[in-house]
């Protein structure tokens, strides 16, 4: 037999859905709620179902997309395939810097959660050795293997929507029992701008689906279960939201200044022993986070290395345990570098600006890909131009509610990308897609 040499494909329908929820379910849920009810009071559950129209129309254009794709690579590849390196070098970087920044963000996260446990994780030393436990376990265990990193994966998923269900459904019980503690909300009439606003952060707590694709390398049958796992996935966490979004503006007098919503209104009616079993979650779901990105971020410059629009080291795969092993430590170690250094400021907005251009990319690839491969072997979606139109939309008028300081960083991204196009351009490569 011949010896294998390239990634292993282990990740399957339900596991691929399993790290999608994993990367969206990270710690926005235990924040965003009280931001969201701040824009929109009563309207704040309702506001998820615009946003799921909104994530829907653009999942269904990469569902489509992705499925012609048997490699890893995610949207770099796609836009590599669509319109050619510097595009895809442009969204490659994007993709991969924006990742490693969110990322730290919620490694410092990850420490103010746990100091309410143990103060003295904030302090400079402490604080540097817990981060270097943390992320140096979740590389030494996807170095290892993805299958192990994919359990890994799996394990905090369950365990964080265990959870998240014990607090949606003790809550829903305690208003269906004790309706006295059901606050009465003031009727509001949210402003154009306020509905902006909190969609583009209802869209920070979905995204993380499309990061997920980056892995597709391993995945076992790309056409059929990317439509099956995004859309399961985008649903499952919907109802997940929705339903905490409710408890929160329903337990909570005046939830839109609530620092920790999910927590204070556990408070309201859980045992207070069982208060921080939900505080326990937010590290959890955190950690979870941290573990998925680990899992599908390093694949991004693996699949630059190997196009050649990236150095070559980075695509090396591990003899033994057919992983990207040097992109995994090289993520690592720049994601341990931002922890350590940094803080977390207002990476969420950044974060979204992010994703809008990439998902920008991928609805424009749509027609392309069809132009280029019309008999490919993909899945295929009815009205695909109609919708693909819809999103290019969607992302251009929620990128025009950005701030100049987002611009700014999307700017010096794109500058980078630039003298990474200038090095890789008269680099030849044999590279035939596969679709």
């Given at each position: 037999?011949?010896?294998q040499?390239?990634?292993?494909?282990?990740?399957?329908?339900?596991?691929?859905?399993?790290?999608?929820?994993?990367?969206?379910?990270?710690?926005?849920?235990?924040?965003?709620?009280?931001?969201?009810?701040?824009?929109?009071?009563?309207?704040?559950?309702?506001?998820f179902?615009?946003?799921?129209?909104?994530?829907?129309?653009?999942?269904?254009?990469?569902a489509?997309?992705?499925?012609?794709?048997?490699?890893?690579?995610?949207?770099?590849?796609?836009?590599?395939?669509?319109?050619?390196?510097?595009?895809?070098?442009?969204?490659?970087?994007?993709?991969?810097?924006?990742?490693?920044?969110?990322?730290?963000?919620?490694?410092?996260?990850?420490?103010?959660?746990?100091?309410?446990?143990?103060?003295?994780?904030?302090?400079?030393?402490?604080?540097a050795?817990?981060?270097?436990?943390?992320?140096?376990?979740?590389?030494?265990?996807n170095?290892?293997?993805v299958?192990?990193?994919?359990?890994?994966?799996?394990?905090?998923?369950?365990?964080?929507?265990?959870?998240?269900?014990?607090?949606?459904?003790?809550?829903?019980?305690?208003?269906?029992?004790?309706?006295?503690?059901?606050?009465?909300?003031?009727?509001?009439?949210?402003?154009?701008?306020?509905?902006?606003?909190?969609?583009?952060?209802?869209?920070?707590?979905?995204?993380?689906?499309?990061?997920?694709?980056?892995?597709?390398?391993?995945?076992?049958?790309?056409?059929?279960?990317?439509?099956?796992?995004?859309?399961?996935?985008?649903?499952?966490?919907?109802?997940l939201?929705?339903?905490?979004?409710?408890?929160?503006?329903?337990?909570?007098?005046?939830?839109?200044?609530?620092?920790?919503?999910?927590?204070?209104?556990?408070?309201?009616?859980?045992?207070?022993?069982?208060?921080?079993?939900?505080?326990?979650?937010?590290?959890?779901?955190?950690?979870?986070?941290?573990?998925?990105?680990?899992?599908?971020?390093?694949?991004?410059?693996?699949?630059?290395?190997?196009?050649?629009?990236?150095?070559?080291?980075?695509?090396?795969?591990?003899?033994?345990?057919?992983?990207?092993h040097?992109?995994?430590?090289?993520f690592?170690?720049l994601?341990?570098?931002?922890?350590?250094?940094?803080?977390?400021?207002?990476?969420?907005?950044?974060?979204?600006?992010?994703?809008?251009f990439?998902?920008?990319?991928?609805?424009?690839?749509?027609?392309?890909?069809?132009?280029?491969?019309?008999?490919?072997?993909?899945?295929?979606?009815?009205?695909?131009?109609?919708?693909?139109?819809?999103?290019?939309?969607?992302?251009?008028?929620?990128?025009?509610?950005?701030?100049?300081?987002?611009?700014?960083?999307?700017?010096?991204?794109?500058?980078?990308?630039?003298?990474?196009?200038?090095w890789?351009?008269n680099?030849?490569?044999?590279?035939?897609?596969?679709?």
């Open positions: 037999m011949k010896p040499t390239g990634l292993v494909r282990t990740i399957g329908r339900w596991s691929l859905a399993a790290l999608m929820v994993n990367t969206m379910v990270g710690a926005s849920i235990f924040g965003l709620p009280a931001l969201i009810a701040a824009r929109l009071g009563p309207w704040s559950p309702f506001g179902l615009v946003a799921f129209a909104v994530i829907a129309v653009i999942a269904a254009c990469m489509e997309v992705a499925s012609q794709f048997q490699d890893a690579g995610g949207p770099y590849l796609y836009t590599r395939v669509a319109f050619g390196r510097f595009l895809a070098i442009q969204n490659g970087w994007l993709t991969w810097l924006t990742r490693i920044a969110a990322a730290s963000a919620v490694a410092n996260l990850f420490i103010i959660y746990l100091a309410e446990f143990f103060p003295a994780v904030t302090k400079p030393f402490s604080r050795a817990v981060l270097i436990v943390l992320i140096g376990f979740l590389a030494a265990v170095y290892r293997g299958a192990g990193g994919n359990q890994l994966s799996n394990l905090f998923t369950v365990t964080k929507i265990s959870l998240l269900g014990f607090f949606v459904i003790a809550g829903i019980a305690a208003l269906a029992f004790h309706p006295n503690i059901r606050v009465n909300l003031a009727p509001i009439h949210p402003t154009t701008s306020a509905w902006f606003e909190a969609v583009l952060l209802m869209m920070y707590s979905y995204a993380g689906f499309d990061a997920a694709l980056i892995a597709s390398g391993e995945t076992r049958d790309t056409r059929k279960d990317i439509p099956v796992a995004l859309f399961s996935a985008i649903a499952a966490t919907t109802l939201y929705v339903a905490v979004q409710y408890l929160v503006i329903h337990t909570i007098p005046n939830a839109g200044a609530s620092v920790a919503p999910v927590v204070d209104s556990a408070r309201r009616f859980l045992p207070h022993w069982a208060v921080p079993i939900v505080a326990a979650g937010t590290l959890i779901s955190a950690y979870g986070y941290l573990s998925a990105n680990m899992l599908h971020t390093p694949r991004v410059t693996f699949a630059m290395g190997d196009r050649g629009d990236f150095p070559a080291i980075f695509a090396r795969i591990h003899s033994r345990f057919r992983t990207p040097v992109s995994i430590v090289i690592a170690a994601l341990l570098i931002f922890s350590i250094a940094g803080d977390f400021p207002g990476n969420a907005m950044l974060s979204i600006v992010s994703r809008l990439v998902y920008g990319s991928v609805a424009a690839a749509l027609p392309v890909l069809r132009k280029k491969h019309p008999n490919a072997n993909a899945f295929r979606l009815r009205a695909g131009v109609l919708i693909s139109a819809l999103a290019l939309l969607f992302t251009t008028v929620l990128i025009t509610r950005m701030h100049r300081g987002e611009f700014l960083v999307i700017a010096v991204t794109a500058a980078l990308a630039f003298a990474n196009w200038l890789a351009r680099r030849t490569i044999g590279f035939a897609p596969e679709t």
